[in-house]
């Protein structure tokens, strides 16, 4: 088996099903009810995803793993995803804000990897970036409503901030992974995204009369499964099911 | 070309969460291949990533392939090309907005990137262009909602992709 191809796409899967479950967290509790079927349609766009990574990293692994027991019997010092994607909901504005940073991210990113010569991951970005693109468009249209909103929302919008820049950082820190897919030609240079990723940030932060942190230090760890607190409270919710009635099925 | 009568039996499954439509009329079978042994693939895309219908859509095509004596068909999914609703049938565009369903733009006219655009919609009852975007997202992940200014009608858009 190829080592780091799988614990990469394992990384890629393990983003979006984590942002994905964070979200569905929203269900029935969105601020209004288009945004609470907005916000858990993207979701469901996420798990998607995070599926078909999983299907190719079963793949990878071959025995008796598949896409259930990658997402349902991995402990958390298994999970690959980055710091960002963990942190709590807050309020609609750090949730909003959270999908920002990530969907800015994930849409550079998939828009390198629709042309990588590894197969599988092309076709799954190639058909994942259309979804980000949108989750993008809507997540930034947000930040500016918020950010250029009231004193209140205005105020929210900088508390978001505060407690997710730390956070950011880390996208572009490469793990050992991703440094092995970029020698390899698989993916590309993630430290070379930072620069377009805090250009769309400055643009969208201008409009939304919001000011974009100096702070240079990054949180970092996920990404080689040294997670905060949360993770696992995530996990022992999503994963319960399968750890109480092993193998259970619909 | 695909096979017209694998096509018009596939024209008789319908998209199980936009009935009007089938998934011929979707445009998401890829194709229809006859192997050596006499068995039937059928290559299907899914129109999202996430769509929950997908696994049931497969299941009714297998279902309606056995039902007019297929034997085995193999249902494979294919992502790459992805999906765009430029592949939906003109008929089919004509079904969704019978149906009540702004039908998608032309991918090239419109798929706006900038911020707090917004597509001109017909409305699909009153035929009006005067209409607003209520939310990007709707009841599927394949639309979103708007009303009509004109006679106050909401609609579902199945928007461009
Ligand atoms: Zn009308």
């Known amino acids: 088996m190829n080592e780091y191809l799988f614990e990469y796409v394992v990384h890629l899967a393990d983003d979006a099903l984590i942002l994905g479950h964070r979200n569905s967290e929203w269900c029935g509790h969105g601020p209004v009810l288009e945004q609470d079927i907005a916000i858990t349609n993207i979701s469901l766009d996420?798990?998607?995803?995070?599926?078909?990574?999983?299907?190719?990293?079963?793949?990878?692994?071959?025995?008796?793993?598949?896409?259930?027991?990658?997402?349902?019997?991995?402990?958390?010092?298994?999970?690959?995803?980055?710091?960002?994607?963990?942190?709590?909901?807050?309020?609609?504005?750090?949730?909003?804000?959270?999908?920002?940073?990530?969907?800015?991210?994930?849409?550079?990113?998939?828009?390198?990897?629709?042309?990588?010569?590894?197969?599988?991951?092309?076709?799954?970005?190639?058909?994942?970036?259309?979804?980000?693109?949108?989750?993008?468009?809507?997540?930034?249209?947000?930040?500016?409503r918020l950010g250029d909103g009231t004193d209140e929302s205005h105020a929210r919008m900088i508390n978001a901030i505060d407690e997710l820049w730390t956070y950011t950082g880390e996208l572009f820190i490469p793990a050992g992974y991703e440094a092995k897919a970029l020698e390899s030609g698989l993916a590309p240079d993630i430290t070379a995204l930072k620069n377009d990723w805090l250009n769309r940030v400055a643009l969208v932060f201008e409009e939304a009369k919001l000011p974009v942190p100096t702070a240079g230090f990054a949180q970092t760890g996920g990404k080689q499964g040294m997670h905060t607190e949360y993770l696992g409270y995530i996990l022992a919710e999503m994963q319960y099911l399968q750890r109480t009635y092993p193998a259970s099925k619909w | 070309m695909m096979d017209k009568k694998i096509l018009d039996i596939l024209s008789h499954v319908a998209d199980p969460e936009v009935p009007v439509l089938s998934v011929v009329d979707l445009g998401i079978i890829r194709d229809v291949v006859s192997h050596a042994d006499g068995s039937l693939e059928v290559l299907i895309t899914p129109t999202y990533t996430g769509c929950p219908a997908m696994d049931m859509i497969a299941t009714n095509i297998r279902m309606e392939l056995l039902a007019n004596g297929y034997q085995q068909p193999k249902i494979t999914t294919v992502l790459s090309p992805a999906w765009t609703t430029d592949w939906m049938s003109e008929e089919g565009k004509l079904k969704l907005k019978e149906y009540g369903i702004a039908p998608p733009l032309p991918k090239q006219q419109v798929c706006k990137q900038e911020l707090f655009a917004e597509e001109a919609i017909q409305c699909p009852r009153c035929n009006s262009h005067h209409t607003r975007r209520v939310s990007e997202f709707g009841s599927t992940a394949c639309k979103a909602q708007y009303q009509c200014l004109d006679c106050k009608e909401p609609f579902d858009y199945f928007k461009c992709h």
Do not use: P
């Open chain 1, 46 to 144: 996420l798990i998607g995803q995070a599926r078909n990574f999983f299907q190719y990293a079963a793949e990878i692994k071959g025995g008796d793993t598949t896409e259930d027991s990658l997402a349902y019997l991995r402990d958390v010092r298994e999970f690959r995803n980055c710091l960002l994607v963990e942190q709590q909901n807050g309020d609609w504005g750090k949730t909003i804000l959270r999908q920002f940073f990530m969907s800015n991210y994930q849409q550079l990113l998939y828009s390198r990897l629709e042309n990588s010569f590894d197969r599988q991951i092309a076709a799954i970005c190639e058909k994942a970036l259309k979804e980000v693109t949108y989750h993008l468009k809507w997540s930034s249209e947000w930040v500016i």
